[in-house]
C-alpha cells in the first residue's frame, strides 16, 4: 500500500513538472510578466519538494549554474555597477531551470516528448494566428512590409512585432519545424503545421536560421529519414554535393574575393540599421576592418558590421585589462559607444539609433568582453557538451538544436535577452534529460 501511495504520488509530481515546464515554454512569446511568474512557481516546487528530492549529478545541469553564478559575481569587477546588477535578473532562468531538473530529472525524462509536442503545436498555432493577421493588414493597407521581418516599436509593420523579434521567432519556429520534420508518423495536423511553420520561417527572413535549417534539413535526409537506409540515394546526394564543390571551387574563391571588397548590400545577419537615402556609400567588408574613420553617409550592410564589430572586439581586448573576467556582465556597452565616436559611425538622429548603440551582435564575443575568457570557456562548454549528447544519443531534434545555436551565436547576442535566455535553457535542460524509462524498455 506504501508503494502505491509513493507511486501515485510521484505520478502527481511528475503531472505538475510537466506542465509547468510547458507554460514555461509557451510563455516565451508572451509578455516578460509571464514568465517570471511562472519562475516563481517553479522556485516554491523546488522548495516545497526539497527535501525528498535525491540530488542528480549530471554535470551538464551545473554548468549554466556557474555561468550564473559568473555572471552574479561579476558586479564586484563590473565597470558598470548599476547596469550589471539590473541585468542580472533576467539571468535567473539559469540557475531556477537546472535546480528544477537536478532535483526532479527522473520526473521530467517521461514527460519530454509531451512537452516538445506541446510547444510544437503551439508555435504552429502562433505562426498561423500572426500569417492570418499579416493577410489582413495587407488587405487592409496595402503594404507588403506585413509579410516580412518584424516592424519598429514605433511603426509595427511586419510579420511580427518588434519587441518578439524576428530573428529570435525564427529560433522557435525552427525547433517547432524540426521537431514535427523528425516524426517518423505523421498525422494530418502535423503535415499540414510542417509547411506552414516553413513558409512562416522563410517570411520572418533571418539569414543565419533559414541557411542552418537548410544545413539541417539536409542532415535529416541524409541520416535521419527512412529514405536516407538507402545507400544509392544518400550517395548521390554526397556525390553531386562534393562535385559541385570542386567543378566551381575557382568560381568560389573569386565570389569570396569579390565580396570581400566590393560593396554589397547582402551578407551573413540582418542590416541592423534600415538602409537610408542620405547613406551614399555601402562599407565592404575590407573597409569595415581597415578603414581609419566612417562618415555618417556609410552605411554597413550585416556582414560588414559584424566585421566592424569583430574590429572593435579587437581593439578593446589590446586597451583593457578584460581577458580573464571583462568588463563585467552588461557592462560593455559605453566602451563600444566610445569605440563607434572614435571610428566616427553614423550616430543615429532623433528615433533613428546609430551604430555606436549596437552591442557585439556575436554570443561569443559579447561573452568574452563582459565575462572574459573563463565566461566564454563555460558557454562553449554548454554547447559542446550538449553537441555531444546529442551525437551520443542519436537524437536529431538534439542535433538540430545544438547546430542552431552555435551558428546563432556567430551572428547574434541571443543570451542577451530574456526570451534567448529562456529559450535556452529550457531546450537545453530538456534535451540533455535522457528518458530512462525508455531507454530501459528499449534495451530489454
Not at 516553413?198 to 543565419?208: E, G, K, R
Not at 539609433?353 to 561569443?364: D, P, R, S, V
Not at 543570451?415 to 529562456?422: A, H, P, T
Amino acid at each position: 500500500m506504501k508503494n502505491l501511495i509513493n507511486k501515485n504520488i510521484g505520478l502527481t509530481i511528475t503531472r505538475k513538472i510537466s506542465i509547468l515546464l510547458i507554460c514555461l515554454f509557451i510563455s516565451i512569446v508572451f509578455p516578460f510578466f509571464i514568465s517570471n511568474l511562472i519562475v516563481v512557481f517553479c522556485s516554491l516546487f523546488i522548495l516545497y519538494y526539497f527535501k525528498n528530492r535525491t540530488v542528480h549529478n549530471k554535470k551538464e545541469f551545473f554548468i549554466p549554474i556557474f555561468y550564473f553564478l559568473w555572471i552574479f559575481f561579476s558586479v564586484f569587477w563590473s565597470i558598470e555597477k548599476n547596469d550589471t546588477l539590473q541585468a542580472i535578473p533576467r539571468n535567473i532562468f539559469l540557475l531556477i531551470i537546472p535546480l528544477l531538473f537536478i532535483f526532479q530529472y527522473y520526473n521530467i525524462g517521461p514527460n519530454k516528448e509531451h512537452i516538445f509536442k506541446a510547444f510544437s503545436y503551439f508555435i504552429s498555432l502562433f505562426a498561423s494566428v500572426f500569417l492570418i493577421r499579416s493577410l489582413i493588414r495587407y488587405l487592409v493597407t496595402g503594404n507588403k512590409n506585413v509579410f516580412f521581418f518584424h516592424g519598429d516599436y514605433n511603426n509595427d509593420f511586419g510579420l511580427v512585432p518588434k519587441e518578439l523579434n524576428a530573428i529570435h521567432v525564427s529560433v522557435f519556429v525552427a525547433m517547432a519545424y524540426y521537431y514535427f520534420l523528425n516524426k517518423k508518423n505523421k498525422n494530418k495536423l502535423e503535415k499540414i503545421a510542417l509547411p506552414i511553420l516553413l513558409l512562416f520561417l522563410l517570411l520572418l527572413s533571418s539569414t543565419n536560421v533559414l541557411f542552418s535549417t537548410l544545413f539541417i534539413s539536409i542532415l535529416y535526409f541524409l541520416y535521419f529519414s527512412k529514405s536516407s537506409n538507402h545507400l544509392r540515394l544518400k550517395n548521390s546526394i554526397l556525390v553531386l554535393v562534393v562535385s559541385t564543390c570542386v567543378y566551381f571551387n575557382q568560381e568560389i574563391i573569386t565570389f569570396f574575393k569579390t565580396e570581400f571588397k566590393t560593396n554589397t548590400s547582402k551578407g551573413i545577419g540582418h542590416n541592423v540599421i534600415e538602409e537610408k537615402p542620405t547613406f551614399s556609400n555601402k562599407v565592404t567588408l575590407y573597409d569595415a576592418w581597415n578603414k581609419e574613420k566612417f562618415s555618417d553617409k556609410d552605411f554597413f550592410p550585416g556582414m560588414a558590421f559584424r566585421v566592424y564589430q569583430l574590429r572593435v572586439f579587437r581593439d578593446l581586448l589590446q586597451e583593457n585589462d578584460i581577458f580573464w573576467t571583462g568588463f563585467g556582465f552588461d557592462a560593455s556597452q559605453k566602451k563600444i559607444e566610445n569605440k563607434g565616436r572614435t571610428f566616427n559611425v553614423y550616430l543615429g538622429e532623433n528615433e533613428k539609433e546609430g551604430y555606436q548603440k549596437k552591442n557585439f551582435h556575436n554570443q561569443y564575443l559579447q561573452t568574452f568582453s563582459e565575462l572574459g575568457v573563463i565566461g566564454l570557456l563555460i558557454l562553449v562548454c554548454m554547447l559542446l557538451f550538449s553537441l555531444k549528447n546529442a551525437f551520443k544519443n542519436k537524437d536529431f531534434v538534439h542535433i538540430a538544436f545544438a547546430i542552431l545555436m552555435i551558428s546563432l551565436f556567430l551572428t547574434e547576442t541571443f543570451l542577451s535577452r530574456q526570451r534567448g535566455i529562456l529559450f535556452f535553457i529550457l531546450f537545453y535542460c530538456l534535451l540533455n534529460t535522457t528518458n530512462h524509462h525508455y531507454l530501459e524498455n528499449k534495451t530489454k
